[in-house]
């Protein structure tokens, strides 16, 4: 299995990566031997993957790390980077390789101090690969002094060193920054490859398979949780039923607490026990001694532990409500194909009598306001309003239609 076959439905963008792996050999040469770079070279030291989400920008930047790092000796016949079994494929996959470093954030931002880092980092030589490779997986959460802190470095790179960068849009990124990095753009994959890839990689029953990638449209991470994991089936099924649970103002107010509800009790679970082995861990290093004391000077280094921990919980929350929201809009997308007649596949198969009632009982203009008013939604989540005062808002927006 090479490195590539995790990229579903992105033909086009795998043809220009492989060729680009093709030719950082001879750009490695070039730089070593001080001789011109090959006319025509398709490596550059900067690249943005955008794409929506679940596209696989990640996964992409991976594989073309790994195929970068790739030591097969089937490179030399003319073979493609990317082999997916040398000890550069498999270190680089799986977050081994001394030249390959994959930065994710689960903060709801990337600041100055961990950009400067990362920076320093860059400016290595590789120790024991052709490249150093830095992955920037959250390049949107670059906060605008980050941005601008990580421009000096892809603006003048070290000779060796490859920055990939993955956003969901070029919008995302600043200017500045895009303008010095190739673009390769991701579309979300057909759910009949998703579905593919579930029954053939997970083992999961061609059925639910076929069912989780239509429900999530495509989204690769979503399908695959969707399918294996019944609580995130059942948080959906009740996303599914918040429709028809908004008559009146009383239903609106309770529907609301109920999904903020559960988006808080999911970071949770999610940040606990993360959270206690930090602390432990960060308490052991500072020499705490029996009983849990701990020694002078060391409070701001545990309270600055307990603001990161905060930040991640109120991420994890944000994206848990985030997702409920989406499968909202996807809800009221299936009620607009419905009462327009269109003959686009319906997502939400398994919710279809809800379907068939709210769109007999209201018109397409109020389903368009309805979707209007999740995205309303997730832009006041954005701009960091009260999760419990935009859902509410949003609510009595879908009452009122």
């Not at 000796?73 to 997916?84: F, Q, S, Y």
């Not at 009790?265 to 432990?280: C, F, H, I, R, W």
């Not at 001694?289 to 000077?297: E, L, Q, W, Y």
Request: charged fraction near 30%; proline fraction near 5%.
């Amino acid at each position: 299995m090479t490195v590539w076959d995790d990229l579903v439905g992105q033909d086009r963008v795998q043809e220009q990566l492989a060729a680009a792996a093709r030719d950082a050999d001879a750009l490695v040469t070039a730089i070593s031997t001080g001789v011109p770079v090959p006319p025509g070279s398709k490596m550059t030291h900067a690249w943005l993957f955008t794409g929506p989400p679940g596209s696989g920008r990640s996964t992409a930047a991976r594989a073309f790390a790994a195929a970068l790092q790739c030591t097969s000796p089937d490179r030399a016949l003319g073979g493609i980077p990317g082999c997916g079994f040398c000890d550069g494929c498999h270190t680089s996959l799986v977050g081994t390789h001394a030249d390959v470093d994959v930065i994710r954030t689960d903060q709801l931002s990337i600041g100055v101090k961990e950009t400067r880092e990362l920076v320093r980092r860059a400016q290595l030589s590789p120790a024991i690969g052709r490249w150093q490779v830095i992955v920037l997986e959250d390049a949107d959460r670059l906060t605008e002094g980050a941005g601008n802190v990580l421009l000096k470095a892809v603006e003048e790179p070290a000779p060796r060193t490859v920055w990939l960068l993955c956003a969901p849009s070029l919008e995302d990124v600043l200017p500045t920054i895009r303008s010095r990095c190739r673009h390769l753009t991701l579309r979300t994959p057909p759910v009949d490859a998703v579905a593919d890839v579930l029954i053939r990689r997970d083992g999961i029953d061609p059925e639910r398979a076929a069912s989780a990638a239509r429900a999530t449209q495509g989204h690769i991470g979503r399908a695959r949780r969707l399918a294996t994991d019944e609580r995130a089936r059942a948080r959906r099924a009740a996303v599914l039923r918040l429709p028809l649970r908004i008559d009146d103002v009383g239903g609106c107010l309770k529907a609301a607490q109920e999904l903020i509800d559960t988006a808080t009790e999911e970071a949770k679970q999610v940040s606990d026990e993360v959270d206690g082995k930090e602390t432990e861990d960060m308490k052991a290093a500072l020499g705490a001694v029996a009983g849990g004391r701990m020694p002078r000077g060391t409070a701001g280094v545990m309270k600055d532990l307990e603001d990161r921990q905060k930040r991640r919980k109120t991420r994890s929350q944000r994206d848990s409500l985030d997702l409920a929201l989406t499968d909202l809009t996807g809800f009221y997308r299936d009620v607009l194909a419905l009462q327009l007649g269109s003959r686009i596949a319906i997502a939400n198969l398994d919710a279809e009598d809800s379907l068939d009632r709210i769109a007999r009982s209201s018109t397409p203009e109020r389903t368009l306001r309805r979707i209007e008013a999740v995205i309303a939604c997730r832009q006041a989540l954005d701009r960091n309003v009260s999760p419990l005062l935009a859902v509410e808002a949003m609510t009595m927006a879908l009452r009122a239609g």
